[in-house]
Protein backbone atom coordinates (compact mmCIF):
# COMPACT_ATOMS: atom_id res chain seq x y z
CA UNK A 1 0.00 0.00 0.00
CA UNK A 2 0.96 3.87 -0.19
CA UNK A 3 1.46 5.95 2.47
CA UNK A 4 2.39 9.65 2.76
CA UNK A 5 3.78 10.60 5.86
CA UNK A 6 4.96 14.21 7.16
CA UNK A 7 8.10 13.31 9.03
CA UNK A 8 9.73 16.15 10.68
CA UNK A 9 8.36 18.29 8.19
CA UNK A 10 9.60 16.56 5.01
CA UNK A 11 6.48 14.97 2.89
CA UNK A 12 7.28 11.07 2.23
CA UNK A 13 5.14 8.43 -0.05
CA UNK A 14 6.48 5.26 0.06
CA UNK A 15 4.40 1.78 -0.91
CA UNK A 16 5.16 -0.72 2.53
CA UNK A 17 3.41 -3.58 3.76
CA UNK A 18 0.44 -3.06 6.12
CA UNK A 19 2.32 -5.05 8.57
CA UNK A 20 5.06 -2.83 8.65
CA UNK A 21 6.10 -1.06 12.25
CA UNK A 22 6.61 2.46 12.23
CA UNK A 23 10.05 2.22 14.02
CA UNK A 24 11.14 0.17 10.86
CA UNK A 25 9.85 2.72 8.24
CA UNK A 26 11.28 5.32 9.93
CA UNK A 27 15.06 3.14 10.83
CA UNK A 28 15.08 1.53 7.46
CA UNK A 29 13.06 2.69 5.09
CA UNK A 30 13.61 6.80 5.46
CA UNK A 31 17.21 5.88 7.38
CA UNK A 32 16.27 8.39 9.94
CA UNK A 33 18.08 5.93 12.82
CA UNK A 34 17.97 8.26 15.53
CA UNK A 35 14.91 6.92 16.86
CA UNK A 36 16.03 3.43 18.72
CA UNK A 37 14.56 -0.07 18.01
CA UNK A 38 15.09 -1.34 21.61
CA UNK A 39 12.64 -4.20 23.11
CA UNK A 40 10.26 -4.33 20.39
CA UNK A 41 7.83 -5.04 23.18
CA UNK A 42 6.57 -1.63 24.14
CA UNK A 43 8.30 -2.06 27.58
CA UNK A 44 11.39 0.29 26.74
CA UNK A 45 10.46 3.52 25.27
CA UNK A 46 13.44 3.64 23.18
CA UNK A 47 11.13 3.95 19.96
CA UNK A 48 9.21 6.80 21.19
CA UNK A 49 8.64 9.72 18.21
CA UNK A 50 5.63 11.79 18.12
CA UNK A 51 2.64 10.32 16.16
CA UNK A 52 0.77 14.23 15.38
CA UNK A 53 1.61 15.59 18.77
CA UNK A 54 1.19 12.72 20.92
CA UNK A 55 4.59 10.86 21.99
CA UNK A 56 4.06 6.70 21.31
CA UNK A 57 5.93 3.88 20.77
CA UNK A 58 6.60 2.89 17.40
CA UNK A 59 7.11 -0.45 17.49
CA UNK A 60 3.51 -0.91 18.53
CA UNK A 61 2.20 1.11 15.56
CA UNK A 62 1.80 -0.02 11.91
CA UNK A 63 3.35 2.70 9.73
CA UNK A 64 -0.08 2.33 7.87
CA UNK A 65 -1.65 4.20 10.45
CA UNK A 66 0.42 7.13 10.14
CA UNK A 67 -0.58 7.69 7.07
CA UNK A 68 -1.63 11.04 6.60
CA UNK A 69 -0.36 12.09 9.96
CA UNK A 70 2.82 13.83 11.00
CA UNK A 71 5.62 12.03 12.68
CA UNK A 72 8.36 13.96 14.30
CA UNK A 73 11.72 12.33 15.91
CA UNK A 74 14.41 13.40 18.06
CA UNK A 75 16.65 14.36 14.41
CA UNK A 76 13.75 16.88 14.46
CA UNK A 77 14.94 18.51 18.12
CA UNK A 78 17.90 20.27 16.83
CA UNK A 79 17.10 23.33 14.50
CA UNK A 80 19.46 25.77 12.07
CA UNK A 81 22.26 23.95 14.05
CA UNK A 82 21.44 24.81 17.59
CA UNK A 83 20.69 22.36 20.03
CA UNK A 84 17.05 21.92 21.69
CA UNK A 85 17.60 22.88 25.43
CA UNK A 86 16.45 19.38 26.47
CA UNK A 87 19.52 18.26 24.18
CA UNK A 88 21.53 20.88 25.82
CA UNK A 89 20.38 19.67 29.50
CA UNK A 90 21.44 15.75 28.35
CA UNK A 91 24.71 17.15 27.81
CA UNK A 92 25.29 19.41 30.78
CA UNK A 93 23.69 16.79 33.79
CA UNK A 94 25.30 13.50 31.92
CA UNK A 95 22.22 12.47 30.97
CA UNK A 96 23.19 9.29 29.26
CA UNK A 97 25.88 6.95 29.27
CA UNK A 98 25.57 4.48 26.37
CA UNK A 99 22.70 6.81 24.71
CA UNK A 100 20.28 4.04 23.70
CA UNK A 101 17.44 5.10 25.35
CA UNK A 102 18.41 8.98 25.23
CA UNK A 103 16.13 9.32 21.49
CA UNK A 104 12.98 8.26 23.27
CA UNK A 105 13.54 10.24 26.21
CA UNK A 106 14.49 13.14 24.87
CA UNK A 107 11.14 12.99 22.93
CA UNK A 108 8.93 12.52 26.30
CA UNK A 109 10.96 15.11 27.82
CA UNK A 110 10.73 17.25 25.13
CA UNK A 111 6.41 17.02 24.87
CA UNK A 112 6.40 17.20 28.76
CA UNK A 113 8.45 20.48 28.82
CA UNK A 114 5.98 21.91 25.91
CA UNK A 115 2.50 20.98 28.10
CA UNK A 116 4.64 21.42 31.75
CA UNK A 117 7.39 24.05 31.37
CA UNK A 118 7.93 23.68 35.41
CA UNK A 119 7.64 20.48 35.92
CA UNK A 120 8.36 18.37 39.63
CA UNK A 121 11.19 15.65 39.74
CA UNK A 122 8.34 13.44 40.57
CA UNK A 123 6.52 14.69 37.50
CA UNK A 124 9.38 14.16 35.62
CA UNK A 125 9.73 10.92 36.86
CA UNK A 126 6.17 9.63 36.30
CA UNK A 127 6.37 11.48 32.37
CA UNK A 128 9.48 8.53 31.55
CA UNK A 129 8.14 5.77 33.43
CA UNK A 130 7.65 4.18 31.01
CA UNK A 131 10.63 4.40 29.60
CA UNK A 132 13.93 2.04 30.46
CA UNK A 133 17.61 3.51 31.29
CA UNK A 134 20.14 0.55 31.94
CA UNK A 135 22.69 2.97 32.90
CA UNK A 136 22.36 6.32 34.66
CA UNK A 137 20.00 5.06 37.37
CA UNK A 138 17.71 7.99 35.90
CA UNK A 139 18.64 10.52 38.45
CA UNK A 140 20.70 12.17 35.94
CA UNK A 141 18.03 12.50 33.29
CA UNK A 142 15.76 13.78 35.35
CA UNK A 143 18.57 16.48 36.27
CA UNK A 144 18.69 17.02 32.52
CA UNK A 145 14.97 17.29 32.24
CA UNK A 146 15.07 20.13 35.01
CA UNK A 147 17.74 21.96 33.54
CA UNK A 148 15.82 22.12 29.89
CA UNK A 149 13.00 23.54 31.84
CA UNK A 150 15.19 26.00 34.02
CA UNK A 151 16.53 27.41 30.35
CA UNK A 152 13.56 27.21 28.08
CA UNK A 153 15.05 29.66 25.52
CA UNK A 154 18.09 28.27 25.25
CA UNK A 155 19.60 28.00 22.08
CA UNK A 156 17.25 30.43 20.43
CA UNK A 157 18.68 33.64 18.99
CA UNK A 158 17.61 35.84 21.55
CA UNK A 159 18.02 33.38 24.60
CA UNK A 160 21.07 32.24 26.69
CA UNK A 161 23.43 29.56 25.12
CA UNK A 162 23.08 28.52 21.47
CA UNK A 163 25.94 26.29 21.24
CA UNK A 164 26.69 25.62 17.38
CA UNK A 165 26.06 21.91 16.67
CA UNK A 166 29.34 21.38 14.53
CA UNK A 167 29.76 17.31 13.26
CA UNK B 1 12.87 -9.30 15.34
CA UNK B 2 8.84 -9.67 15.99
CA UNK B 3 6.94 -9.02 12.67
CA UNK B 4 2.89 -9.36 11.72
CA UNK B 5 2.54 -12.11 9.64
CA UNK B 6 1.13 -10.46 6.49
CA UNK B 7 -2.33 -8.35 6.35
CA UNK B 8 -4.28 -6.31 4.70
CA UNK B 9 -5.34 -3.03 5.90
CA UNK B 10 -8.39 -0.79 4.82
CA UNK B 11 -9.07 2.15 6.89
CA UNK B 12 -12.61 3.23 8.05
CA UNK B 13 -13.77 6.74 7.05
CA UNK B 14 -17.25 5.97 9.61
CA UNK B 15 -18.58 3.91 11.78
CA UNK B 16 -20.89 2.71 9.27
CA UNK B 17 -17.95 2.15 7.06
CA UNK B 18 -15.64 0.43 9.50
CA UNK B 19 -19.27 -2.22 9.47
CA UNK B 20 -19.42 -2.70 5.72
CA UNK B 21 -15.33 -3.69 5.70
CA UNK B 22 -15.76 -6.50 8.70
CA UNK B 23 -18.52 -7.59 6.68
CA UNK B 24 -17.11 -7.76 3.54
CA UNK B 25 -13.78 -9.78 5.02
CA UNK B 26 -15.33 -11.78 7.21
CA UNK B 27 -14.74 -13.04 10.80
CA UNK B 28 -10.79 -12.79 9.82
CA UNK B 29 -11.18 -9.33 9.76
CA UNK B 30 -9.85 -7.51 13.03
CA UNK B 31 -10.69 -3.88 14.40
CA UNK B 32 -7.46 -1.94 15.03
CA UNK B 33 -7.92 0.74 17.28
CA UNK B 34 -5.03 1.51 19.43
CA UNK B 35 -3.08 -1.65 18.12
CA UNK B 36 -1.26 -1.98 22.01
CA UNK B 37 -2.91 -5.04 22.52
CA UNK B 38 -3.34 -6.36 19.12
CA UNK B 39 -0.23 -5.40 17.51
CA UNK B 40 2.12 -7.12 20.42
CA UNK B 41 -0.07 -10.39 20.02
CA UNK B 42 0.08 -10.13 16.03
CA UNK B 43 3.98 -9.82 16.33
CA UNK B 44 3.98 -13.33 18.43
CA UNK B 45 1.59 -15.09 15.73
CA UNK B 46 -0.98 -15.45 18.51
CA UNK B 47 -3.32 -13.16 16.69
CA UNK B 48 -3.41 -13.48 12.69
CA UNK B 49 -6.17 -11.71 11.36
CA UNK B 50 -6.33 -11.68 7.57
CA UNK B 51 -7.70 -7.76 7.39
CA UNK B 52 -6.93 -5.13 10.19
CA UNK B 53 -10.03 -1.77 9.84
CA UNK B 54 -8.19 1.00 11.20
CA UNK B 55 -11.15 2.73 12.60
CA UNK B 56 -7.90 5.47 14.33
CA UNK B 57 -9.63 8.20 12.20
CA UNK B 58 -13.05 7.55 13.66
CA UNK B 59 -13.31 11.06 15.88
CA UNK B 60 -16.81 9.61 16.27
CA UNK B 61 -15.96 7.61 18.70
CA UNK B 62 -13.40 9.64 21.01
CA UNK B 63 -14.97 11.69 23.26
CA UNK B 64 -15.81 11.51 27.27
CA UNK B 65 -19.40 13.27 28.13
CA UNK B 66 -22.21 13.54 30.33
CA UNK B 67 -25.84 13.00 29.29
CA UNK B 68 -28.97 14.29 31.16
CA UNK B 69 -26.44 15.26 34.11
CA UNK B 70 -25.14 18.41 35.05
CA UNK B 71 -21.37 19.41 34.92
CA UNK B 72 -21.13 22.03 36.93
CA UNK B 73 -23.07 20.15 39.92
CA UNK B 74 -21.21 17.21 39.54
CA UNK B 75 -23.53 15.47 37.50
CA UNK B 76 -27.04 15.16 38.09
CA UNK B 77 -28.96 11.82 39.38
CA UNK B 78 -30.41 9.96 36.71
CA UNK B 79 -27.48 11.14 33.75
CA UNK B 80 -25.11 9.18 32.52
CA UNK B 81 -21.41 9.65 31.80
CA UNK B 82 -20.62 8.02 28.36
CA UNK B 83 -17.06 6.86 26.87
CA UNK B 84 -16.71 6.36 23.13
CA UNK B 85 -14.74 3.06 22.26
CA UNK B 86 -11.96 5.18 20.97
CA UNK B 87 -11.78 7.34 23.95
CA UNK B 88 -7.31 6.95 24.48
CA UNK B 89 -6.81 6.01 28.31
CA UNK B 90 -4.72 9.17 28.93
CA UNK B 91 -7.71 11.13 27.61
CA UNK B 92 -9.65 9.67 30.37
CA UNK B 93 -7.35 10.03 32.75
CA UNK B 94 -7.49 13.55 31.69
CA UNK B 95 -10.82 14.20 32.46
CA UNK B 96 -11.80 15.97 35.52
CA UNK B 97 -15.44 15.52 35.28
CA UNK B 98 -14.83 11.40 34.88
CA UNK B 99 -11.94 11.72 38.00
CA UNK B 100 -15.02 13.60 39.89
CA UNK B 101 -17.90 11.31 39.28
CA UNK B 102 -15.84 8.40 39.44
CA UNK B 103 -12.50 8.66 41.19
CA UNK B 104 -12.64 4.84 40.76
CA UNK B 105 -11.33 5.63 36.89
CA UNK B 106 -8.45 7.76 37.46
CA UNK B 107 -7.17 5.28 40.27
CA UNK B 108 -7.78 2.52 37.89
CA UNK B 109 -5.74 4.27 34.65
CA UNK B 110 -2.99 6.15 36.58
CA UNK B 111 -1.87 2.08 37.23
CA UNK B 112 -2.49 0.71 33.56
CA UNK B 113 0.66 0.35 31.32
CA UNK B 114 2.65 3.66 31.08
CA UNK B 115 1.80 7.31 30.32
CA UNK B 116 3.18 6.55 26.56
CA UNK B 117 1.19 3.71 26.33
CA UNK B 118 -1.85 5.39 27.60
CA UNK B 119 -1.14 8.06 24.97
CA UNK B 120 -2.40 5.45 22.37
CA UNK B 121 -4.17 2.37 23.69
CA UNK B 122 -7.97 2.78 24.01
CA UNK B 123 -10.33 2.08 26.52
CA UNK B 124 -12.42 0.28 23.89
CA UNK B 125 -9.94 -1.59 22.93
CA UNK B 126 -8.61 -2.72 26.29
CA UNK B 127 -12.10 -4.09 26.93
CA UNK B 128 -11.69 -5.83 23.64
CA UNK B 129 -8.51 -7.63 24.35
CA UNK B 130 -10.54 -9.50 27.28
CA UNK B 131 -7.21 -9.72 28.70
CA UNK B 132 -8.45 -11.71 32.28
CA UNK B 133 -6.28 -9.58 33.96
CA UNK B 134 -7.42 -6.41 32.52
CA UNK B 135 -7.71 -3.21 35.11
CA UNK B 136 -11.01 -1.43 32.96
CA UNK B 137 -13.20 -5.05 33.05
CA UNK B 138 -12.67 -5.49 36.93
CA UNK B 139 -13.33 -1.22 37.02
CA UNK B 140 -16.54 -1.21 34.44
CA UNK B 141 -17.73 -4.27 36.65
CA UNK B 142 -17.74 -2.62 40.17
CA UNK B 143 -19.81 0.50 38.51
CA UNK B 144 -22.07 -1.64 36.77
CA UNK B 145 -21.65 -0.11 33.55
CA UNK B 146 -23.22 -0.90 30.18
CA UNK B 147 -21.58 -1.17 26.93
CA UNK B 148 -22.90 -0.02 23.19
CA UNK B 149 -22.21 -2.69 20.71
CA UNK B 150 -23.07 -1.66 16.83
CA UNK B 151 -23.39 -4.24 13.97
CA UNK B 152 -25.21 -3.37 10.58
CA UNK B 153 -28.28 -4.86 11.83
CA UNK B 154 -28.55 -2.25 14.37
CA UNK B 155 -27.42 -1.28 18.18
CA UNK B 156 -27.30 -3.35 21.17
CA UNK B 157 -26.62 -2.66 25.07
CA UNK B 158 -24.92 -5.53 27.41
CA UNK B 159 -24.31 -5.08 30.72
CA UNK B 160 -20.69 -4.90 31.58
CA UNK B 161 -20.77 -8.33 33.43
CA UNK B 162 -22.15 -9.80 30.85
CA UNK B 163 -19.20 -8.66 28.27
CA UNK B 164 -16.97 -11.15 28.72
CA UNK B 165 -17.32 -15.27 27.69
CA UNK B 166 -13.94 -16.57 28.73
CA UNK B 167 -10.28 -15.36 29.06
CA UNK B 168 -9.87 -12.78 25.44
CA UNK B 169 -13.43 -13.68 24.65
CA UNK B 170 -16.63 -11.46 24.61
CA UNK B 171 -19.89 -11.04 23.51
CA UNK B 172 -18.80 -9.04 20.46
CA UNK B 173 -19.60 -11.25 17.51
CA UNK B 174 -17.90 -10.66 14.09
CA UNK B 175 -19.06 -7.86 12.19
CA UNK B 176 -19.39 -5.85 15.32
CA UNK B 177 -18.08 -2.96 16.89
CA UNK B 178 -18.05 -1.60 20.19
CA UNK B 179 -18.70 2.14 20.48
CA UNK B 180 -19.33 3.34 23.96
CA UNK B 181 -19.24 2.74 27.69
CA UNK B 182 -22.14 4.03 29.81
CA UNK B 183 -21.86 4.56 33.33
CA UNK B 184 -25.17 5.87 35.19
CA UNK B 185 -25.18 8.75 37.74
CA UNK B 186 -27.14 8.48 40.52
CA UNK B 187 -26.99 9.87 44.25
CA UNK B 188 -24.88 12.83 44.81
CA UNK B 189 -21.62 13.33 43.21
CA UNK B 190 -20.61 16.42 44.90
CA UNK B 191 -21.70 20.34 44.76
CA UNK B 192 -25.35 20.98 45.34
CA UNK B 193 -27.95 18.62 46.37
CA UNK B 194 -29.10 16.03 44.50
CA UNK B 195 -32.08 16.26 42.15
CA UNK B 196 -34.69 14.68 40.00
CA UNK B 197 -34.82 11.38 40.86
CA UNK B 198 -36.01 11.59 44.11
CA UNK B 199 -34.84 7.64 45.17
CA UNK B 200 -31.29 8.38 44.61
CA UNK B 201 -31.58 11.67 46.68
CA UNK B 202 -29.21 11.47 49.60
CA UNK B 203 -27.47 9.13 48.09
CA UNK B 204 -23.15 9.93 48.26
CA UNK B 205 -21.24 8.00 45.87
CA UNK B 206 -17.59 7.06 46.21
CA UNK B 207 -15.40 4.97 44.49
CA UNK B 208 -11.51 3.74 44.61
CA UNK B 209 -9.57 1.02 42.63
CA UNK B 210 -6.25 -1.34 44.56
CA UNK B 211 -4.11 -2.85 42.76
CA UNK B 212 -0.79 -4.58 43.50
CA UNK B 213 1.72 -5.36 40.61
CA UNK B 214 5.46 -6.88 40.60
CA UNK B 215 6.61 -3.17 38.80
CA UNK B 216 5.21 0.08 37.10
CA UNK B 217 3.13 -0.65 34.51
CA UNK B 218 2.80 -4.57 34.78
CA UNK B 219 -0.11 -6.37 34.91
CA UNK B 220 -1.79 -6.83 38.27
CA UNK B 221 -1.21 -9.63 40.98
CA UNK B 222 -4.34 -9.17 41.56
CA UNK B 223 -6.43 -6.03 41.92
CA UNK B 224 -9.65 -4.87 42.97
CA UNK B 225 -12.26 -1.66 42.53
CA UNK B 226 -14.99 -0.89 44.61
CA UNK B 227 -18.27 1.72 44.59
CA UNK B 228 -20.05 2.41 47.26
CA UNK B 229 -23.56 4.13 47.34
CA UNK B 230 -24.48 5.32 50.83
CA UNK B 231 -27.62 7.00 52.42
CA UNK B 232 -26.18 8.58 55.92
CA UNK B 233 -23.66 5.57 56.90
CA UNK B 234 -25.87 2.72 55.00
CA UNK B 235 -24.91 0.97 51.93
CA UNK B 236 -27.91 1.27 49.40
CA UNK B 237 -25.49 0.50 46.64
CA UNK B 238 -21.95 -1.47 46.72
CA UNK B 239 -20.30 -2.74 43.66
CA UNK B 240 -17.17 -5.03 43.45
CA UNK B 241 -14.81 -5.54 40.85
CA UNK B 242 -11.71 -7.89 40.75
CA UNK B 243 -9.19 -8.21 37.96
CA UNK B 244 -6.46 -11.35 37.62
CA UNK B 245 -8.02 -13.02 40.37
CA UNK B 246 -10.07 -15.26 38.15
CA UNK B 247 -13.70 -13.64 39.23
CA UNK B 248 -16.81 -14.70 37.50
CA UNK B 249 -17.67 -11.33 35.17
CA UNK B 250 -14.81 -9.54 37.06
CA UNK B 251 -16.75 -8.98 40.02
CA UNK B 252 -17.61 -9.99 43.54
CA UNK B 253 -21.27 -10.51 43.62
CA UNK B 254 -22.19 -12.26 46.63
CA UNK B 255 -19.93 -9.53 48.74
CA UNK B 256 -21.63 -6.91 47.27
CA UNK B 257 -24.85 -8.67 48.48
CA UNK B 258 -23.34 -9.32 51.84
CA UNK B 259 -23.09 -5.15 51.74
CA UNK B 260 -26.50 -4.11 50.32
CA UNK B 261 -28.83 -2.68 53.31
CA UNK B 262 -25.29 -2.97 55.55
CA UNK B 263 -23.80 -0.42 58.29
CA UNK B 264 -20.19 0.76 56.27
CA UNK B 265 -18.33 -0.39 59.16
CA UNK B 266 -15.11 -1.72 59.24
CA UNK B 267 -16.63 -5.17 60.39
CA UNK B 268 -18.77 -5.22 57.43
CA UNK B 269 -15.73 -4.41 54.75
CA UNK B 270 -13.83 -6.83 55.89
CA UNK B 271 -16.36 -10.17 55.64
CA UNK B 272 -16.64 -8.75 52.06
CA UNK B 273 -13.21 -8.84 51.46
CA UNK B 274 -13.76 -12.81 53.14
CA UNK B 275 -16.69 -13.25 51.03
CA UNK B 276 -15.34 -12.00 47.69
CA UNK B 277 -11.68 -13.71 48.21
CA UNK B 278 -13.64 -17.20 49.14
CA UNK B 279 -15.49 -16.68 45.51
CA UNK B 280 -12.62 -16.12 43.12
CA UNK B 281 -10.66 -18.78 41.47
CA UNK B 282 -7.00 -17.15 41.32
CA UNK B 283 -4.25 -19.46 39.42
CA UNK B 284 -0.82 -19.84 39.97
CA UNK B 285 1.68 -18.15 37.08
CA UNK B 286 4.77 -16.29 37.10
CA UNK B 287 2.92 -13.51 38.86
CA UNK B 288 2.21 -15.52 42.18
CA UNK B 289 0.76 -18.28 43.86
CA UNK B 290 -2.94 -19.02 44.05
CA UNK B 291 -3.13 -18.35 48.01
CA UNK B 292 -1.35 -14.84 47.54
CA UNK B 293 -3.78 -13.83 45.14
CA UNK B 294 -6.68 -14.70 47.24
CA UNK B 295 -4.96 -13.42 50.40
CA UNK B 296 -4.98 -9.76 47.62
CA UNK B 297 -8.09 -10.25 46.18
CA UNK B 298 -9.37 -10.04 50.32
CA UNK B 299 -6.86 -7.53 51.56
CA UNK B 300 -7.83 -4.55 48.34
CA UNK B 301 -11.38 -5.53 48.49
CA UNK B 302 -10.96 -3.83 52.01
CA UNK B 303 -8.87 -1.28 50.68
CA UNK B 304 -10.77 -0.31 47.92
CA UNK B 305 -14.24 -0.42 50.17
CA UNK B 306 -12.53 1.94 52.72
CA UNK B 307 -11.09 4.27 50.11
CA UNK B 308 -14.50 4.63 48.40
CA UNK B 309 -15.98 4.82 51.37
CA UNK B 310 -13.75 8.13 52.94
CA UNK B 311 -14.61 9.36 49.33
CA UNK B 312 -18.42 9.08 49.55
CA UNK B 313 -18.09 11.05 53.07
CA UNK B 314 -16.01 13.83 51.91
CA UNK B 315 -18.59 14.81 49.16
CA UNK B 316 -21.37 17.33 50.94
CA UNK B 317 -24.54 15.72 52.13
CA UNK B 318 -27.35 16.02 50.05
Known amino acids: ?167 | MQVPAHVEYEKAASVEHALELLARFGPEARILAGGHSLIPMMKLRLAQPETLVDINGLDELSYLSVVNGSVANGGAPGGELRIGALTRHAQLLDSAIAGELFAILHDAERVIADPIVRNWGTIGGSLCQADPSEDLSATFAALKATLVIRGQQGTRTVPARDFHTAPYETVVAPGEILTEIRIAIRGTHGGQKARGDSKARGERIGSAYEKVGRRVGDWPVGAAGAALWLRGDTIVEAGIGLSAVGARHFAAAEAEEFLRGAAATPEAFARAGEIAAQHCNPSADQRGPADYKRHLARELTIRALRRAKLRAEARPAA
Open chain 1, 1 to 167: MQITVTVNGAVYKREVEPRLLLIHFLRDDLRLTGSHWGCDTSNCGACVVWLDDTPVKSCTVLAAMADGHRVRTVEDLERGGRLDPVQEGFAQCHGLQCGFCTPGMMMTARWLLDHHPDPSPEKIREAISGQICRCTGYENIVRSIVWASKHAGWGQPDGEGGTEVTA
